[in-house]
Each structure stands twice: as structure tokens, then as C-alpha cells.
């Protein structure tokens, strides 16, 4: 419970500190899965703490804050919850090539599929509803896309990120996940 407690007053305090500065702020939208049968979905809110177009290359550097949720789906295992505010360095050169690395320390929450049962103080069975677990999801990611809106004025642009992660909890120790992206980001104001 810490956890889901710091990770929101980490992305409640971010958003206020970043309330003020309401340029190049946009919509990530993605496929998240640790394989394709562990299929989900993902999405975030991005906004810019600091932005430089460099003159020499014309590339755009920025470092983003981005609260984010995830849900994907383990079949016949369990339903997966991760909320994170991220921190973001992303570069956009001139021809649209997008590159960023960040981290996440992310609260994850998951729910077991079927039913789980529990044996009473009279030896009965009761059953337990939204069965599961809390862990601690630090994250570290690296990804590429292409800002479509730079050359061919669309307005989205396209990314795939992979990103580490470390479960903590898992059983007595701690369980290193991957998992994948690959989304749209919609900016609401030019960049």
C-alpha cells in the first residue's frame, strides 16, 4: 500500500510542478505485453519540463514527465495494473527520428483469474474476491519512433519501447519482466 501512495504523490506533485508550462503536451496511446499472448494496453500523458531545439542539427531535445497506466492480461493466470509517472529524455532530429530513454518507478497491481479460497476458523471454504497482489515496478526503458510530424505534417507520431523491469515482491526475491510498446503519440499543441 507504500507503494500506490508514493508513486501518486510522485505524479501528483510532478503535474503541479509542470501545471504551469502547457506547451507541446500529448496523448501516448499502446499495445503493452510482455509477449503476445500477455496482451495489453497503456497510455499517458506527457508534458515537457524542459525543451531545446539545438541550432547546429535542428533536433529537438526535451525531458518529458509523464504519469501513465497500464492493463494487460495474463490468461488463465491474472489481470495486471501498473501506474507510473515516468521521466522522460526524448530527442526528435530534423528528419522525424525519434529516440528517448527514461525510467518509471511504477506501482503494480494484480488480480488473480478465477476463483481463490480460503478455509474459514469453522473449516469452511470462503471464498476471496480480488484476489491478488501489491509490488514495487522499477522500470528503465529505451525506444524509437518517427515524429511524422515534422516532415509530413501529421499530427501523431509512431514509437516501439522496450522496457526492464524489476518485480519486487515476487514470492521471497524479485522478478525481472520485459515487456513491449508500440503506440501513437498525439501531441495537442506544436512542439
Given amino acids: 500500500m507504500k507503494n500506490i501512495h508514493l508513486s501518486l504523490y510522485l505524479m501528483l506533485g510532478l503535474l503541479i510542478l509542470t501545471k504551469k508550462n502547457t506547451q507541446a503536451q500529448s496523448l501516448r496511446i499502446s499495445y503493452y505485453g510482455e509477449t503476445i499472448s500477455h496482451y495489453g494496453l497503456k497510455t499517458a500523458y506527457e508534458y515537457p519540463l524542459f525543451s531545446k531545439i539545438k541550432e547546429r542539427n535542428q533536433s529537438l531535445k526535451m525531458l518529458l514527465i509523464a504519469p501513465s497506466a497500464a492493463l494487460y492480461r495474463h490468461p488463465h493466470n ?10 522522460i529524455y526524448r530527442r526528435i532530429g530534423k528528419r522525424g527520428t525519434l529516440l528517448e530513454a527514461g525510467i518509471a518507478p511504477a506501482y503494480f497491481r494484480y488480480f488473480l483469474e478465477g476463483s481463490t479460497y480460503q478455509v474459514t476458523a469453522n473449516s469452511e471454504l470462503e471464498r476471496i474476491r480480488y484476489a491478488g497482489g501489491n509490488a514495487f515496478l522499477p522500470t528503465v526503458f529505451v525506444g524509437t519512433g518517427r515524429a511524422l510530424s515534422v516532415r509530413r505534417g501529421l499530427s501523431f507520431d509512431w514509437y516501439t519501447r522496450l522496457n526492464i523491469s524489476q518485480q519486487r515482491p515476487y514470492n521471497t526475491s524479485a522478478l525481472n ?8 503519440i498525439f501531441p495537442f499543441k506544436k512542439q
Wanted: a negative charge; glycine letters at 12%.
Fill in 177 to 184: 519482466r520485459f515487456s513491449l510498446e508500440i503506440g501513437a
Fill in 78 to 87: 491474472h489481470l495486471g495494473i501498473i501506474i507510473a509517472p515516468e521521466l
